[in-house]
């Protein structure tokens, strides 16, 4: 595979940076995924533009690259004859060759730049996609910048484990008594003909595919209600379901052990997805 760091296409053995970088001594890095399919970029601009904010909110520099960022996802998808799959996107404060809890100096450190893509083909008509997913719930103990696209995606990982480990796919993170998200995607739940998702704010990240998929259910006339939701209210719904930029929108099927209407993706969910991947693919880039 061929990967891009700060300027240079290289074979991914030879893509090295210092045991000094920030995000491996503090997760002082910010990150992206963006799919491809059918060899372009889903929502490239969504995810620029969250980047730049993730950026302003932790004072970190911008890349030298970033103006050029499409062209490097472009050319990543092309050297590495991507079809279907996704740019990974890294920026980390850089390194100032030594540990300091203190941000070094912006004028003494560069930010260090990564992309690397993933090959996924028939990444739209994945199995989970068709059978549903399971989700468990768990307690919400990360930090409250959660707006925020950083790298501490260590109890992230951990819930993915505790939801395996319990027979699930998934897990939804609940905090004061409501789901704030799940661990790598926003949650929703459906009642009647009705989309309930968290609103906006500290608590969530600001899902890309979450504004693009209310967009696209509020053309189509549904209705949509942005409100916090408890997981006994999501048991009950008629179904639910999640948004990633890498698994679009994702039937949820059991939530704590309570089967959702007959235990198969919902319509609503399924009518969202095939919305979505239609009209993102004619935006495309
Ligand atoms: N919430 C969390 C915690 C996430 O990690 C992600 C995906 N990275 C999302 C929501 C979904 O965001 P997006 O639609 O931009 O991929």
Request: aromatic share 8%.
């Amino acid at each position: 595979r061929i990967v891009y760091l700060n300027g240079e296409y290289l074979p991914e053995e030879e893509a090295k940076i210092s045991i000094f970088d920030r995000s491996f001594l503090m997760a002082d890095g910010v990150y992206e995924v963006t799919s491809v399919l059918d060899g372009k970029l889903i929502d490239f601009d969504g995810h620029a533009k969250r980047l730049e904010r993730s950026l302003n909110e932790l004072g970190m520099q911008k890349p030298q690259a970033f103006d050029d960022l499409l062209e490097i996802h472009r050319a990543l998808v092309e050297k590495n004859g991507i079809e279907d799959g996704l740019v990974y996107l890294q920026v980390s404060r850089g390194s100032a060759g030594d540990r300091d809890f203190a941000f070094p100096d912006p004028e003494q450190v560069k930010p260090t730049l990564v992309l690397f893509t993933q090959n996924k083909p028939g990444l739209a008509d994945s199995p989970a996609s068709k059978t549903g997913i399971k989700v468990i719930s768990i307690p919400d103990i990360r930090w409250h910048r959660r707006d925020i696209k950083t790298v501490q995606l260590l109890y992230p990982s951990m819930g993915k484990m505790m939801a395996k480990a319990a027979g699930a796919d998934d897990a939804w993170m609940v905090e004061d008594g409501f789901v704030t998200e799940g661990t790598s995607n926003n949650a929703y739940i459906v009642k009647g003909n009705k989309i309930i998702t968290r609103a906006l704010s500290n608590d969530i990240l600001h899902g890309i595919t979450r504004a693009a998929v209310l967009r696209f259910a509020r053309e189509a006339q549904m209705e949509v209600e942005e409100r916090s939701f408890t997981i006994d209210e999501a048991k009950k719904a008629d179904e639910a379901f999640v948004t990633s930029a890498s698994g679009f929108v994702m039937p949820v099927v059991e939530v704590d052990g309570a089967t959702l209407g007959d235990g198969t993706p919902g319509n609503v969910a399924k009518r969202l997805r095939e919305i979505y991947l239609d009209e993102s693919r004619k935006v495309a880039i």
